[in-house]
């Protein structure tokens, strides 16, 4: 089983500042690692999918990079709504795993 | 636009069974595969069936293989999760989501429905 594991546990930020999560995978995913925004009591949301490519009606503040074992997740300026748990899921290998989340509080 | 509509949810002692279901609306049902994902409290994701649009493959982790069975009714723009031999391990908020891709499957889930929250508990 893929295992990744996410980076910082706890993001602590201010709006308006720049926000830079890490995924890591135990073994080559290639490009096929996406990201997901969750806030509590709703449903995940699809962010970036394929390391680089922001889902349909996703903003340009987030962007992904990455490939093989480290991914990147930047939010250029934090809004009110990215106060959130991220995480990245990878569909390489089955089982489709997920990591264990970032949470990005306000500070 | 997609919507997905999770129920029967609810507390069911150990070694029991349940049986979720998913309605969909907002899209052509029968084009795409669909996802069961839990989240158990405190932890994170975990993606626990996956069956194609036509329903000729089905996908389960260790953690529920022969003990969940996933299928749908394209008919009725329905998935269902048939959960047995239930522990107090299975206790999660479970959320269904449509797949990314059309006519096969990317294992990408793209939306997902509010969830439903399964309690196994004496």
């Known amino acids: 089983e893929i295992v990744l594991t996410q980076s910082p546990a706890t993001l602590s930020l201010s709006p308006g500042e720049r926000a830079t ?6 073994q080559s995913v290639s490009s096929y690692l996406a990201w997901y925004r969750h806030k509590p009591g709703q449903a995940p949301r ?5 390391a680089s ?3 349909t009606g996703i903003p340009a503040r987030f962007s992904g990079s990455g490939s093989d074992t480290d991914f990147t997740l930047t939010i250029s ?3 009110p709504e990215d106060f959130a748990v991220y995480y990245c899921q990878q569909r390489s290998r089955w089982p489709f795993t997920f990591g264990q989340g970032t949470k990005v509080e306000i500070k | 636009q997609v919507q997905l ?3 029967g949810g609810g507390v069911v002692q150990p070694g029991r069974s349940l049986r979720l279901s998913c309605a969909a609306s907002g899209f052509t049902f029968s084009n795409y595969g669909m996802h069961w994902v839990r989240q158990a409290p405190g932890r994170g994701l ?11 493959k089905k996908y ?14 394209n008919s009725k723009n329905i998935v269902f999760l048939q959960m047995s031999n239930l522990t107090a391990e299975d206790t999660a908020v479970y959320y269904c989501a449509r797949d990314f891709c059309s006519d096969s499957s990317c294992y ?3 939306y997902w429905g509010q969830g439903a929250l399964v309690t196994v508990s004496s």
Do not use: Q
């Open chain 1, 21 to 26: 999560l890490s995924c890591r995978a135990s």
């Open chain 2, 46 to 56: 975990e993606m626990v069936a996956v069956i194609w649009f036509d329903g000729t």
């Open chain 2, 5 to 7: 509509v999770e129920s």
């Open chain 2, 108 to 110: 990408l889930p793209a």
């Open chain 1, 77 to 79: 300026s934090l809004e």
């Open chain 1, 46 to 50: 699809l962010l970036i999918y394929d």
């Open chain 2, 60 to 73: 389960y982790p260790d953690s529920v293989k022969g003990r969940f069975t996933v299928s749908r009714d």
């Open chain 1, 53 to 55: 490519n922001r889902a």
